[in-house]
């Protein structure tokens, strides 16, 4: 599937994600020189304001289990690990340019775990999202959700205010939808570089490169702009003793719809049913005397194999 590109009135490119293409390798996060523009807007240092989106998922290597339609979250939660790139990315950026990074998560309130997860990985402040109204949220109310955030924390009424970047990760490991990005872009009204295998950033634009099929893409989009990485656009960091130590001081605040001057909306999607994968029955060990192949024949057409 090749990108979708459209130019707005203000010469602001929107890029559609390219769902299903391969990942490059050995990519990189890489900060470009200034523009003529820095001077007026940061002055002498390229300062930028990042929000980073993260989300704390079931471990894929525990039971999931279906109640009322939703899935019932429970003590193995993690930070979903591909949104691990999205902080790596923010704050490795940070660390070259200058400025801040904001975790920001929507979940329960266990959801915290997540966020301290990417504070002790280099974030300087955390946001969670939670509210009882939230659960079971789908995609457009968590688009929703998020960008209202964005916007509270970019200190505007709408849009992301003074927010630079919006990073998230190519996709969550409980759903694995890619939908987020494009639709919290949408929600922002800021353009979206999607699927990026390296990304590079100056004063006023972000450019990425992303591979579809044989084809090598780059593509760029002025600030402020919202990019998703792929797991092969860095490797993330693994915070020692003292990160973890220093991650207990720094700020996490906590809001809800009201907060958000939000409304409690209905989900547009639900779940009507859903069927347990069943348990895997007990094979049999037969020692062949000469009538192997006859016994796994009759077993092959007992369950309608052949």
Not at 223 to 244: H, I
Not at 252 to 268: K, R, T
Request: include cysteine.
């Amino acid at each position: 599937m090749n990108p979708i590109v459209e130019q707005g009135d203000a010469g602001c490119y929107t890029i559609a994600a390219a769902y299903g293409a391969r990942i490059m390798r050995g990519a990189s996060v890489r900060v470009t020189e200034r523009s003529p523009v820095t001077a007026a807007r940061y002055g002498n240092l390229v300062r930028m304001k990042i929000v980073v989106c993260i989300k704390h998922v079931p471990d894929v290597q525990s039971e999931r289990r279906m109640e009322e339609g939703r899935l019932v979250r429970g003590e193995e939660d993690v930070l979903n690990e591909l949104d691990e790139n999205a902080v790596e990315a923010a704050v490795a950026l940070v660390e070259d340019l200058g400025g801040e990074v904001i975790a920001l998560c929507m979940g329960p309130e266990d959801a915290e775990d997540g966020v301290r997860r990417a504070l002790q990985m280099g974030a300087d402040s955390g946001v969670v999202v939670s509210d009882d109204a939230l659960v079971g949220a789908d995609v457009p109310t968590t688009a929703r959700t998020l960008a209202a955030a964005v916007s509270k924390i970019g200190g505007a009424e709408s849009g992301p205010g003074d927010v630079d970047l919006v990073i998230t990760g190519m996709a969550s490991l409980d759903a694995m939808t890619s939908m987020l990005p494009g639709a919290l872009a949408a929600a922002l009204h800021v353009p979206a570089l999607t699927l990026a295998g390296s990304l590079e950033v100056s004063a006023d634009e972000a450019t990425i490169t992303r591979s579809a099929g044989t084809v090598r893409e780059v593509l760029s989009a002025p600030l402020p702009a919202l990019v998703s990485v792929t797991d092969q656009a860095n490797e993330p960091r693994y915070p020692n003793f003292a990160a973890m130590r220093a991650a207990r001081k720094k700020p996490l605040d906590v809001w809800d719809l009201d907060d958000l001057g939000l409304p409690a909306g209905e989900p547009s999607i639900a779940v009507i049913d859903f069927t347990e994968r069943p348990a895997r029955e007990a094979g049999i060990i037969r020692t062949d005397a000469g009538e192997a192949g006859r016994d796994l024949a009759a077993w092959l057409v007992d369950h309608e194999l052949v």
